[in-house]
C-alpha cells in the first residue's frame, strides 16, 4: 500500500472508531469528520446534579473485541480500559410478583429457574447449548464475513455455515423455539426479550437469534469501569494515539465521486481529497443526504426500522437493594407489546421497563452517595411523526405505576433530577434514520442478507461501518463492521 493513502471517516461513532484505527493500523493517514462535538455517537453521557447517566447503551458484552483492537494497536489496553463480570446479567420482576435472577453461573440460574418458574434444570442447560452450536456454527461466520461478495461466499467457511443451517432457524420465530424449550411462558418471555437486543420482534425475527443469549449467558455480560461512555473514551484515546486527526463540529455535506471512485468529502464547503472513504453514518443518510442518491435511499426506506425507545434518566434519592445493573420490568402481554411497536407504530399501555443503574457498580462515583442514577427505558417504535410530547407525559405515568405496584413503593417523589430523549431527538443526536437504534430490524429470515454491504457495489473506494449496515446493531456487532471493511480495504489493495 502507498503510505501517504488517505481514509476519510464520516462520523466517530464506535463503528467508526474501530474502523480508524483499525485503517491507521493499517498504515492509512486517517481523519475523522464527526458531526457532535465529541466522538462516541450513541455512546454519550450525561451529568445532572450529581448524576452521571449514559445516555445510549448500557449492557456490555464481548470485550474481546475491545481487547483484540488495543493488540491489533499494539498499545496495553489496562492504560485506557478495564470492565468486571457481573455475578447477575440481569433482574427479572414480573406482574405478579415473581422474581428471577439471571446468574452468570448457568448451574445457579438454572436451580433459579427451576425454584422461582419451575423449569428442569435440563431445559436452560440444553437450549444454552443449542444457543452456542448456533453462535459458533453459524453465527461467527455470518458476523465475521462480508456476505455481499461471491468469493466469500464460496468460502469453505461460509458454505460449511450454510450446510449447518437448520433452515427452520430461519423460518421459525425465536418465540415458536423457545417456548419449545420452556414450559412457563414467563420463561419464555425472559428469553424473547433477547429479539430487542437488535430491535426485533421475538414473534417475527428468526429463530436464528436466539444465538444472542449465548453472549449473555455462555460468555458473559460485563461492566465497563467508567460506564459505557469509558468505551468511547478509550477507542477515541487509541485512535488519537494511533496518529488518528478527529475533526469535530464538522458535519460532512457530501461524498465525492468521479468515474465511479470515491475522490473525498465535502465539510463546511471544503473539497478534502481521499483514497478511501468509510461512512459511519446511516446508511439511509448517506445516501440520501451525502450522495443525494434518491434511488438507493428509496430501496433502503422499504426495509423496516429497527425498535426506538423512550428514555427517562431520572436521579432518585434513595437506594434500592432489590434491584440490580441492569433490571426488567416484564409486561403483561408481550405479544401485544411488539404487535403495538411494529404493526400498530405505538406505544403499548403496558411497557416492558427496562432500568440500569451504573451507581450499582460504582457506588458514590455515578450517583451522590444514598442515591442511585436510573435509566429508565421502554422500547418505542421508530419515529414515524407520532405525538411524542403526549408519548412523555404518558409514559412517564404509566412506568411510576408500574413501577410503583412491582416495588411497592411511590417513585414519584424520589425523583430529583430528570432529563428525557425520544425518537426525534435520538434521530438529531446521533444521525439515526427515525431514531431506531440498530438500523434494520431483523424481523425476517432474510433481513441479515437484506441488511446493506461493508461496501457500496458502484463507486469503488466507499465503504460502510456501524449499525445501518452488515452485521448490524449493537456495539460487538459494529466493532465487527469496522473488521470487516480493514479486510475489504486490505483485499482492494491486493487487486489494484
Ligand atoms: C438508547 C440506546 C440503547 C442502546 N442499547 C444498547 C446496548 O445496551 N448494548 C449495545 O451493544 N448496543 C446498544 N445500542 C446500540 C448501539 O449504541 C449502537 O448500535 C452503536 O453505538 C452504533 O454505533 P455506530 O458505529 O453505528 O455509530 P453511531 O453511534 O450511530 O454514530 C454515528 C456518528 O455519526 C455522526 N454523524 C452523523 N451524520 C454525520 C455527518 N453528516 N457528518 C459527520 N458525522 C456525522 C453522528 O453524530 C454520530 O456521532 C443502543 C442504542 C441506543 C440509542
Known amino acids: 500500500m502507498n503510505h501517504s493513502s488517505k481514509a476519510i471517516i464520516i462520523g466517530a461513532g464506535v463503528g467508526g472508531l474501530a474502523g480508524a ?3 491507521a493500523v493499517q498504515g492509512f493517514e486517517v481523519s475523522v469528520y464527526e458531526k457532535n462535538n465529541y466522538p462516541g455517537g450513541k455512546i454519550s453521557k450525561l451529568e445532572m446534579d450529581g448524576y452521571h447517566f449514559d445516555m445510549g447503551p448500557s449492557l456490555f458484552t464481548q470485550p474481546q473485541l475491545i481487547e483484540e483492537l488495543f493488540a491489533l494497536a499494539g498499545e496495553p489496553m489496562e492504560d485506557f480500559f478495564s470492565c468486571q463480570q457481573l455475578p447477575v446479567s440481569c433482574n427479572y420482576f414480573y406482574e405478579d410478583g415473581t422474581q428471577v435472577k439471571a446468574y452468570a453461573d448457568k448451574d445457579l440460574f438454572a436451580k433459579e429457574l427451576a425454584t422461582q418458574l419451575g423449569e428442569k434444570e435440563s431445559s436452560l442447560l440444553s437450549y444454552l447449548k443449542m444457543s452456542g452450536k448456533i453462535y459458533n456454527d453459524i453465527g461467527t461466520v455470518f458476523l465475521n464475513h462480508s456476505l455481499h461478495k461471491r468469493a466469500t461466499l464460496f468460502k469453505t467457511k461460509i458454505l460449511k455455515a ?8 430461519l423460518f421459525r420465530s425465536m418465540h415458536k423455539i423457545n417456548a419449545s424449550y420452556f414450559t412457563n411462558s414467563k420463561t419464555v418471555q425472559l428469553f424473547d426479550r433477547y429479539a430487542t437486543y437488535n430491535g426485533s420482534n421475538p414473534y417475527k425475527a428468526p429463530a436464528m437469534l436466539s444465538m444472542i443469549p449465548h453472549l449473555e449467558h455462555n460468555q458473559g455480560a460485563y461492566y465497563p469501569k467508567g460506564g459505557m461512555i469509558s468505551i468511547a473514551k478509550a477507542l477515541y484515546q487509541l485512535a488519537v494515539k494511533k496518529g488518528v486527526q478527529f475533526y469535530f463540529d464538522s458535519p460532512v455535506q457530501s461524498i465525492i465521486r468521479h468515474e465511479k471512485k470515491v475522490r473525498g468529502v465535502t465539510v463546511n464547503g471544503e473539497n478534502i481529497k481521499a483514497d478511501i472513504v468509510v461512512s459511519n453514518i446511516d446508511v439511509y443518510f448517506t445516501y440520501a443526504h451525502l450522495m443525494k442518491d434518491v434511488n438507493r435511499s428509496h430501496k433502503i426506506l422499504k426495509q423496516e426500522r429497527s425498535s426506538s425507545a ?3 434518566y431520572w436521579g432518585i434519592k434513595k437506594e434500592f437493594p432489590e434491584l ?5 420490568f416484564f409486561s403483561k402481554d408481550y405479544k401485544a ?3 403495538h411497536l411494529f404493526r400498530l407504530k405505538k406505544m403499548y399501555d403496558d411497557p416492558t421497563v427496562y432500568i440500569n443503574i451504573t451507581s450499582k457498580c460504582e457506588p458514590g462515583s455515578q450517583a451522590p452517595h ?3 442514577n436510573w435509566f429508565v427505558m421502554v422500547n418505542a417504535p421508530a419515529n414515524v411523526g407520532q405525538d411524542w410530547p403526549s408519548y412523555r407525559e404518558k409514559y412517564k405515568r404509566a412506568i411510576i405505576s408500574k413501577l410503583n405496584r412491582i416495588l411497592q413503593t411511590d417513585i414519584e417523589p424520589l425523583i430529583e433530577a430528570e432529563e428525557i430523549m425520544d425518537p426525534v431527538l435520538i434521530e438529531s443526536k446521533t444521525g439515526s434514520f427515525r431514531g431506531s437504534l440498530y438500523g434494520t430490524s ?3 429470515g432474510m433481513a441479515a442478507f437484506l441488511r446493506h454491504p461493508n461496501f457500496s457495489k458502484t463507486i469503488s473506494g466507499l465503504y460502510f461501518v456501524g449499525g445501518s449496515v452488515h452485521p448490524g446493531g449493537g456495539i460487538p456487532l459494529c466493532l465487527q463492521s469496522a473488521k470487516i471493511v480493514s479486510e475489504l480495504v ?3 489493495i491486493r487487486k489494484h
Open 324 to 328: 440490580g445493573l441492569h433490571n426488567i
Open 337 to 339: 407489546e411488539f404487535d
Open 442 to 444: 431483523s424481523n425476517t
Open 21 to 23: 484505527i483499525r485503517l
Open 370 to 372: 444514598g442515591k442511585e
Open 162 to 169: 450454510l450446510r449447518a443451517t437448520r433452515w427452520s432457524y
Open 310 to 312: 423512550l428514555i427517562f
Open 490 to 492: 486490505a483485499k482492494d
